[in-house]
């Protein structure tokens, strides 16, 4: 089945450690997003990808860290500068057809303690 | 930047009450989608509308794109327990390199 996959579905960290969230997609799809969600919140947009090995900042892009070395992946560090980074994560990815839906992933929770 | 009022913030009702739900914006779209989340879960895509008038109906769900292109409305009709979520709307502009803009949700709890 086509469809977008992020892991672990919660993770935990210590504070002052990096962490690597995990998103994958084989719906051939060219835009993948990230997006924090906090509780009782909408989505803000962390970083966003439009094609490989390109991308820019959302707007809340300060104490992330994204890459895209190939279309299926975007993976998103979450630095130990980012302030406050316990959240639930979203992963997004769009095609590029007229009809462009955006469709996501199940998401991670991070929890640092 | 673009930005979307989503009202009501919540609501609590009866199973078998119809919702309604909507969006504005000070900016014009291309496109309209309304999702549903659940606890824990990511957004699953509801409806997707495409054509300022446009109204589009999957099950018991029904939406419009507005006539202005800077408004949707989300209905639900013979609400039941399973419809309890967080419902999104998103408006998507060709000239915003294919980005969403978000409304705040509106939190649906049915009392059955």
């Known amino acids: 089945d086509g469809g977008i996959t992020q892991s672990p579905k919660y993770l935990f960290r210590k504070e002052g450690q990096n962490v690597t969230l995990s998103c994958e997609q084989n719906l051939n799809h060219d835009a993948m997003y990230w997006y924090r969600q906090d509780p009782g919140q909408g989505l803000r947009l962390i970083y966003y990808s439009q094609i490989v090995n390109d991308f820019q900042k959302g707007d809340i892009a300060e104490g992330y860290s994204v890459s895209r070395e190939k279309k299926e992946s975007f993976p998103l560090t979450v630095t130990s500068a980012q302030k406050n980074p316990t959240a639930f994560y979203l992963c997004?990815?769009?095609?590029?057809?007229?009809?462009?839906?955006?469709?996501f992933g199940p998401g991670t929770r991070l929890t640092v303690l | 930047g673009q930005q979307l009022n989503q009202s009501p913030q919540s609501m609590f009702i009866q199973e078998g009450e119809d919702v309604s739900m909507n969006c504005t914006s000070s900016?014009?779209?291309?496109?309209w989608l309304w999702y549903k989340q659940d606890p824990g879960e990511g957004p699953v895509l509801l409806i997707a509308l495409y054509k300022a008038g446009e109204l589009t109906s999957n099950g018991r769900l029904t939406a419009q794109f507005g006539i202005t292109r800077k408004d949707s409305f989300l209905n639900i009709s013979a609400s039941i327990p399973s419809d309890v979520g967080i419902y999104f709307c998103a408006g998507r502009s060709n000239t915003n390199a294919g980005k969403s803009t978000f409304g705040d949700g509106t939190t649906l709890t049915v009392k059955p």
């Open positions: 900016s014009i779209f291309n496109t």
């Open positions: 997004a990815s769009t095609g590029d057809s007229t009809y462009n839906e955006q469709f």
